[in-house]
Structures are given as structure tokens and as C-alpha cells.
């Protein structure tokens, strides 16, 4: 009974998460990120103040933030110290970077799925040898590519 109950937790969830980025990317707050990303000089122009915008989009990233933390304890029934390891907001931030290099927008998804893979088939003693040898690859890979373009 309870697996049915967390597919449904986990439907409403995506379901909530799918609407609210439907109406985050028609309001006014998206294009605010996107012009502070741009060039956060040219929004007091406009009249739209950078650190209301800094502070609502951290508002709503940590709000998405505490519900995947609710979910883990959720769905594992445990939450230890070990989740707040290093080696676990490195992933985010490494599969971004490897991820970059492949889309900027699906790129995050693959660099998680590389880095996954990486984990699941080298040996535990050597997977950080890999990883590392992997990675620079990558950055010479990104460096010719920034050559080539200029």
C-alpha cells in the first residue's frame, strides 16, 4: 500500500513542480533572473531593484530545496549526516560543468547521467583516479572548443 501512496507523493510533487515552472517562466520575476543574469547594471535603469530579485529567486530555490530534503526523508525513511558530505553538492556542481560542455539547457541531466555512470562502472578504490582524469579531459576539451570558436 505504501508504494502506491509515493508514486502518488511523488506525482503531485512533479505535477506541482511542472505548474509552477509553466507560470515562473510567464511572470515577470523570470525575465527579472534573466536580465540579472545578463547584466545586472542595466535593471536599476528599468527600474527593478538586483537584490529583490537575489532574494526571491533564493526564496523559491531553497522552498524546492526543503521539499527534496522532505522527500528524501520521506522515501528512505532517513536522513543521516552523510547527505550533507561535500562529495554530494560537488556532483550537482561537476555534473554541470560536464554537462555545460555537451547543451546548456538538458546539460545538467547529462553531466549527472556521465557522472553516474562513471560511478557505477569504475571500482570504488579508483573511481576518484577517473573521475579526475575525466574531468581533465573535459576542461582540455572545453579549451580547444573556446579556441576554435574565437
Known amino acids: 500500500m505504501r508504494g502506491n501512496f509515493n508514486i502518488l507523493f511523488l506525482f503531485c510533487y512533479f505535477s506541482f513542480a511542472l505548474l509552477f515552472r509553466i507560470k515562473y517562466i510567464n511572470s515577470s520575476l523570470f525575465w527579472n533572473a534573466v536580465g540579472l543574469r545578463e547584466n545586472e547594471l542595466r535593471l536599476p535603469a528599468l527600474g527593478i531593484e538586483p537584490d529583490r530579485v537575489i532574494l526571491r529567486v533564493n526564496i523559491i530555490s531553497a522552498m524546492f530545496g526543503s521539499v527534496s530534503g522532505v522527500l528524501i526523508e520521506y522515501l528512505t525513511g532517513h536522513v543521516t549526516p552523510d547527505l550533507t558530505f561535500w562529495s554530494y553538492s560537488s556532483f ?43 574531468l581533465m579531459l573535459l576542461l582540455i576539451f572545453m579549451l580547444i572548443k573556446e579556441k576554435r570558436q574565437k
Open 92 to 134: 550537482l556542481v561537476i555534473g554541470g560543468v560536464i554537462g555545460f560542455y555537451f547543451s546548456s539547457i538538458y546539460g545538467i541531466i547529462l553531466g549527472a547521467i556521465a557522472l553516474r555512470l562513471i560511478n557505477i562502472i569504475t571500482y570504488y578504490y579508483i573511481y576518484e583516479l577517473t573521475f579526475g582524469i575525466l
